[in-house]
């Protein structure tokens, strides 16, 4: 546990950007800050520094990416076909099997150390999700959790046509995270049609605007989704 607890984190909003690029930036952060928890554990208080924490928004041009539970026959295109798809693929060090990022959804990466916040991951996860969930909530959409299921749903609770929303992804060790969600706000539907989403052959994707039948300021719902970010965890935005 840190002996100095930081609640502030730094918002960046990376806009569009490739995948690999953005990855690499969330290893170089991870790798740094897990740096000054070792560093930290062999100094007195008064030498020891904040371990920082990072919130980042973006969005990525599409590409299909494997988690390390995941299925490679849940990508049901052939790698050579990707191509005509204007997509790659990536086989990451998140958990969890396949998703789809792409133009018009919401990717959202804390890289944050839960020593600052709280140490359970479970927690983590459920907090992440009940963020999108209030952030859907202003919408007018009522969205939840279905048991046993990570991630955000539509028609959760009568499941006659569950629709997941918003996929989780986590990447944690000496309670740094990286990696997280992907909130589908105006995101072509289609490309999920390519994989088996999250492994789950039962269950359908939806996102905002298919909700809502209109197109969605999605500046609008980061503002609002980085909100309840930072209530739900009690964050303190870094001014740059």
């Not at 002996?3 to 490739?18: A, E, H, P, Q, S």
């Not at 133009?103 to 983590?124: A, E, M």
């Not at 298919?210 to 303190?236: Q, T, W």
Request: hydrophobic fraction near 40%; aromatic fraction near 10%.
């Amino acid at each position: 546990m840190n002996t100095l607890i930081n609640k502030k984190v730094r918002f960046r909003d990376l806009g569009l950007i490739d995948y690999q690029e953005a990855w690499d930036y969330q290893e170089k952060i991870f790798a740094e800050t897990l740096a000054i928890k070792t560093q930290n554990r062999g100094l007195d208080v008064d030498n020891q520094q904040l371990t920082p924490n990072f919130l980042l928004f973006c969005q990525h041009p599409h590409v299909y990416t494997l988690g390390k539970s995941g299925k490679p026959d849940h990508l049901l295109l052939a790698e050579d076909d990707l191509a005509a798809k204007q997509a790659k693929y990536y086989k990451i060090n998140r958990g969890g099997d396949i998703t789809y990022h792409g133009p018009g959804q919401i990717v959202g990466y804390p890289i944050l150390d839960l020593d600052n916040f709280f140490t359970d991951i479970h927690v983590y996860m459920r907090t992440l999700e009940e963020a999108i969930i209030l952030t859907l909530a202003e919408y007018d959409v009522q969205a939840g959790r279905i048991a046993g299921l990570t991630g955000v749903w539509i028609d959760f609770e009568e499941q006659k046509n569950p629709r997941k929303i918003c996929a989780l992804g986590v990447k944690a060790s000496r309670w740094v995270t990286m990696h997280g969600f992907a909130l589908n706000v105006n995101t072509d539907l289609s490309y999920f049609g390519n994989i088996v989403p999250c492994g789950i052959d039962d269950k359908a994707v939806t996102s905002l605007a298919a909700e809502l039948g209109r197109e969605i300021d999605l500046e609008e719902v980061s503002v609002k989704l980085k909100n309840h970010l930072a209530h739900l965890f009690s964050m303190e935005w870094e001014v740059a």
